[in-house]
């Protein structure tokens, strides 16, 4: 985003508060080697399970919602809200792997002769372990855990008092990455694998973050207990782009012009971990430049989108043109 773009958009948000969307997602997953659902079920744990993604995006975000003394205490405010627009996009990459795993790789076949459901084509659905994700699903993701357990508002903390907040933060950011490293090791397929390499190299820089920022606030230097649990990023092979990139050293703003508060915290002379590559830590204006989502075709057998889809791909042609 250059020149006149990054003005546009700066102009947008001025007195606004709210969330922007960019179609991509914050890394390009590899395509799946084959279609596994069950693969896709352990994946899930990532999104649904009690420090998933969906819990770390809860707690962000309604902290940073009900943060009282935003002006008075902005470093801390910038840093919990920042981190929240990050986890929506973990969201977003964690589902797409769930359905790419489910899925498998692009095919045209059912697209082109599908349709045909006399032959029981999905059979073998019966016997995985979470059947309802397509039955009910398609084949997507949705907030439960790799047991089909629903997601809950009940993992959701949200205090008002700063310190415990982000003390809890911290506690969470550290169980998700030792449930990320316990999916990663029951994962075969690239696409969960890659999922899980970038997701742990996050959860260090967040844990790190609420580690500092506590630091900040009690003199107490919880960075010493990092990494917690003691998991080597280096001894992971799908971590070692991101860190040879310095994945391990960014936080983002995901914002033209705000939150760039949190340098006093992540910055400001801090390093970054002693097992990571060496480096300051530095807080990067906007967002990772991110990777293509994955295509997934339709599929007239399972009446995604319906069982005779033609009319529906020519109508929205059409509408495509008459938009350009």
């Known amino acids: ?62 902290q940073s919602f009900n943060f009282r003394s935003k002006s008075k205490l902005r470093p801390f405010y910038s840093l919990v809200a920042a981190i929240t627009a990050e986890e929506l996009g973990h969201v977003e990459l964690v ?39 397509f039955f009910s699903n398609g084949g997507g993701a949705v907030p439960v855990n790799s047991n089909g357990q629903s997601w809950n508002n009940d993992f959701v903390t949200t205090t008002g008092n700063v310190i415990f907040d982000l003390l809890h933060n911290f506690h969470l950011e550290c169980g998700a990455r030792l449930h990320k490293l316990r999916v990663y090791e029951s994962l075969t397929d690239p696409t969960g694998r890659e999922v899980c390499g970038y997701l742990l190299v996050r959860g260090s820089v967040h844990a790190h973050a609420y580690a500092l920022a506590l630091k900040k606030i009690t003199g107490v230097s ?71 989502i994955q295509q997934l075709n339709g599929v007239p057998s399972a009446f995604t989108p319906d069982y005779a889809p033609e009319e529906m791909y020519e109508i929205a042609a059409k509408l495509y043109q008459a938009s350009r």
């Open 95 to 133: 589902s797409n792997g769930v359905a790419m795993l489910n899925n498998g790789p692009d095919t045209s076949l059912d697209e082109e002769y599908g349709g045909d459901i006399s032959g029981a084509p999905y059979e073998m659905m019966a016997d995985v372990r979470l059947a309802a994700a």
């Open 1 to 62: 985003m250059v020149g006149k773009e990054k003005e546009q958009l700066k102009n947008q948000q001025k007195g606004c508060n709210m969330f922007l969307r960019v179609d991509k997602l914050q890394i390009e997953l590899p395509a799946p080697l084959r279609a596994d659902p069950n693969a896709g079920a352990a994946l899930q744990e990532l999104l649904g399970g009690k420090y998933g993604e969906m819990s770390t995006l809860g707690n962000y975000m309604f």
């Open 222 to 292: 919880i960075e010493k207990m990092l990494p917690v649990p003691n998991i080597p990023l280096g001894n992971i092979p799908e971590c070692q782009k991101y860190l040879e990139e310095g994945s391990h050293r960014r936080l983002y703003t995901f914002s033209p012009d705000d939150y760039q508060e949190m340098s006093g915290i992540w910055g400001n002379g801090e390093v970054a971990l002693p097992d990571d590559p060496p480096g300051e830590l530095t807080v990067v204006e906007g967002m990772p430049d991110g990777g293509k």
